[in-house]
């Protein structure tokens, strides 16, 4: 039962800024007792890689960037959903919805004040600590671990694109070893672009203990065997909150050098090495950057695809990307952008009383573009993209579907029957394997993508969203702005949450 002293309260207005406990060491130890509150922490000035010293820092971040990365990380379920893109809203609302059940925020007084903290961070709210039961409590803790080491590693230490190490690792020629079931490994890989540097990594939450950390770093250390002489960084994220107490993330890591992360493999024209990095930044000239942003985005893709055109809309952002270039964390708050409300407001004053047609035609030429958006059902948290990433998404979606129908194992005739039963160990079993047999294909299929996703991307700036999404009528281009949601975009993306539905304030 929840105590007497818990008030009942209607959902309060979100802040939508926090800051986030973080201590970076070297190896796992024991729960610090409180230090997120009572040790002196670094100024967070941002970083491309790991800071120069261990120790406390409290980065601010914002609920946007926290839900931007619980719908980019885990497990590629899109080869699932190619013929039900309409499910795609519902693995968005799992990954979501977790979040705003179970977290709040709270008001702290840290004994070192940070220059520039909110003086806000998150915790479990009444909801999670006094009616949740343990399992509950556990896939809580999954998909908050997951989330905050994609925050972590994409927002604060500029790993862009994370994948799941289930179907293989980050060296093709081990890729076969990174497989095998038999062994526990980290959760996630990348490649560091700035580092230069493989990175595995492992992902903990909930009322993360020192047992549960050293689980961890055993799991990074089989990885780490697995990847030999290969220069590459181990990471540990320990997302640890308990009822009551601020949300702190451990960081630990450890380097392992050795010969560089990409061994020859012919040309550079024969073959363009994948390199996740700072994707969005890149797309004008790393085709794989480009292919990368789209594969990261196919379920935001999925989702828009299959909304119903109510719920459709477009908003006017900047047209020049580098305006949102990331400076710290991935996404730009549209509300505190200068530039973008100033072109807004001239384009508002100058087009009032103009018909969709000709507005979405002259807001182009004063240098905006519009990225289309929706509302996720059953969340309040709205996701877009731009006209090109869209356009890649498209032709990716397209190739999957072939890969889909020509593909032992994946085509339709060699699915099981339906009243076939399997155990659960079995079901598991067939679904990873075809997950890694899409994967293999889609690689294989990579150096003739290159040319027809960048294609798609170029032609794509310049079509009508009636002529992308294949509809008589255009989304509503939305000029005047809806005052309750707080947006935030990336060179070619949109993340938008609503101002009354993020993480209530606990008393």
Request: neutral net charge.
């Amino acid at each position: 039962m929840m105590p007497a002293h818990v008030p009942d309260e209607p959902p309060l207005t979100y802040v939508d800024s926090f800051d986030i406990p973080v201590l970076f060491r070297n190896g796992p130890a024991k729960k610090p007792r409180r230090q997120w509150r009572t040790a002196k922490h670094k100024v967070w000035n941002g970083s491309d890689g790991f800071p120069a010293a261990d120790g406390w820092y409290a980065p601010t971040t914002t609920w946007r960037e926290i839900i931007k990365a619980a719908t980019e990380v885990g497990r590629d379920v899109t080869p699932h959903l190619q013929n039900q893109p309409r499910y795609a809203h519902g693995e968005l609302v799992a990954r979501v919805s977790p979040l705003y059940a179970y977290l709040g925020s709270h008001t702290v007084n840290p004994r070192h004040p940070v220059p520039g903290a909110k003086g806000r961070r998150l915790t479990w709210n009444p909801v999670y600590a006094h009616g949740t039961e343990r399992s509950a409590k556990n896939a809580a803790g999954y998909r908050l671990g997951m989330t905050m080491t994609e925050w972590a590693c994409r927002s604060l230490l500029g790993l862009d694109r994370t994948e799941h190490l289930e179907l293989g690792g980050p060296v093709p020629a081990l890729s076969e070893t990174f497989k095998d079931p038999k062994k526990k490994l980290p959760d996630l890989w990348g490649l560091h672009e700035t580092e230069e540097l493989y990175w595995l990594i492992e992902a903990k939450g909930g009322n993360v203990g020192l047992d549960t950390l050293r689980k961890g770093w055993a799991q990074l250390a089989a990885g780490s065997k697995l990847l030999g002489a290969y220069r590459h960084r181990t990471v540990l994220v320990g997302a640890c909150v308990r009822p009551g107490d601020d949300l702190f993330l451990t960081i630990d890591h450890d380097l392992h050098p050795g010969r560089p992360p990409l061994a020859p493999a012919g040309s550079e024209a024969d073959h363009e090495v994948a390199v996740p990095g700072n994707l969005e930044d890149r797309l004008g000239d790393s085709d794989d950057a480009l292919i990368g942003a789209a594969r990261a985005q196919m379920l935001a893709y999925l989702a828009l695809r299959s909304a119903p055109a109510t719920q459709l809309r477009t908003v006017p952002v900047p047209a020049d990307r580098t305006s949102r270039h990331r400076r710290s964390g991935l996404t730009t708050p549209l509300e505190a952008d200068g530039l973008t409300l100033a072109m807004r407001a001239d384009a508002r004053g100058a087009t009032a009383g103009s018909d969709q047609h000709n507005l979405r035609a002259r807001i182009r030429t004063w240098g905006l573009d519009d990225f289309l958006s929706c509302r996720i059902p059953g969340t309040e948290v709205h996701l877009g993209m731009s006209r090109g990433l869209f356009a890649a998404c498209e032709r990716l979606h397209e190739e999957d579907l072939a890969i889909a129908r020509r593909t032992p194992g994946l085509r339709a005739e060699d699915q099981p029957p339906a009243d076939l039963e399997l155990s659960d160990e079995a079901q598991d079993e067939q679904l990873l394997t075809q997950r890694r047999i899409f994967r293999e294909q889609q690689e294989e299929a990579r150096p003739r993508l290159r040319a027809l996703v960048r294609n798609a991307y170029e032609r794509g700036a310049t079509r009508e969203w009636s002529n992308l999404l294949r509809r008589s009528q255009e989304p509503e281009l939305d000029l005047e702005g809806d005052h309750s949601l707080l947006e935030a975009a990336t060179p070619e993306t949109y993340v938008a949450v609503n101002r009354d539905d993020l993480a209530p304030a606990l008393t």
